[in-house]
T-cell receptor, first 115, second 109 residues
Framework: GAGVSQSPSNKVTEKGKDVELRCDPISGHTALYWYRQRLGQGLEFLIYFQGNSAPDKSGLPSDRFSAERTGESVSTLTIQRTQQEDSAVYLCASTSTGTGPYEQYFGPGTRLTVT | AQRVTQPEKLLSVFKGAPVELKCNYSYSGSPELFWYVQYSRQRLQLLLR??SRESIKGFTADLNKGETSFHLKKPFAQEEDSAMYYC???????????FGQGTRLTINP
């Protein structure tokens, strides 16, 4: 079956512009996660959705970052007024309820470059 | 705060040699630890988790609570083991993973 998909695969934007990154989880997966990976660094947790609710937003670095999920499916991560330090690969992962956080299936990522 | 440390960013060994990727964690509770792997041009995927006490692709990892470590080992490295490896900690009661910075393993022929 289809895995987690993300779009776009690459995004180049100018500083100050807004961007939207999309994640389509595996069908039926109730939990969805966003991570950020800066060059040469590990994965940084951003936000977690259970259904359409986000019980843990603790990783969002600033109020320029927001995310939503609809229909217990697609999620969008929005970055407003992008800064150069936002340049990174943004990864999405999903898992089904009851399997714990470790059964995460990752998408291919969106590489964001802010010029 | 929870933390995962992978002290080696790069590790290079020869084919057939033993390999050990180090992982240390900091967590006051009972940890659940995992290794994820990312092969070239592939997605990040789960390799193994300590609770299963399994061996995947010849790799094993033992949780040592005294040393707060979860090192990944393989007795005889193969070229296809070349990849990026991440150690991750699951925080009890929280639906998230804390990842280390990763180790890029290169197996030389």
């Amino acid at each position: 079956g289809a895995g987690v998909s993300q779009s776009p695969s690459n995004k180049v934007t100018e500083k100050g512009k807004d961007v939207e990154l999309r994640c389509d989880p595996i069908s039926g997966h109730t939990a969805l996660y966003w991570y950020r990976q800066r060059l040469g660094q590990g994965l940084e947790f951003l936000i977690y959705f259970q259904g359409n609710s986000a019980p843990d937003k603790s990783g969002l670095p600033s109020d320029r970052f927001s995310a939503e999920r609809t229909g217990e499916s697609v999620s969008t991560l929005t970055i407003q007024r992008t800064q150069q330090e936002d340049s990174a690969v943004y990864l999405c992962a999903s898992t089904s309820t009851g399997t714990g956080p470790y059964e995460q299936y990752f998408g291919p990522g969106t590489r964001l470059t802010v010029t | 705060a929870q933390r995962v440390t992978q002290p080696e960013k790069l590790l290079s060994v020869f084919k057939g040699a033993p390999v050990e990727l180090k992982c240390n964690y900091s967590y006051s509770g009972s940890p659940e630890l995992f290794w994820y792997v990312q092969y070239s041009r592939q997605r990040l995927q789960l390799l193994l988790r300590h609770i299963s006490r399994e061996s995947i692709k010849g790799f094993t990892a033992d949780l040592n609570k005294g040393e707060t470590s979860f090192h990944l080992k393989k007795p005889f490295a193969q070229e296809e083991d070349s990849a990026m490896y991440y150690c991750a900690l699951s925080v009890l009661g929280a639906q998230k993973l804390v990842f280390g910075q990763g180790t890029r393993l290169t197996i030389n022929p």
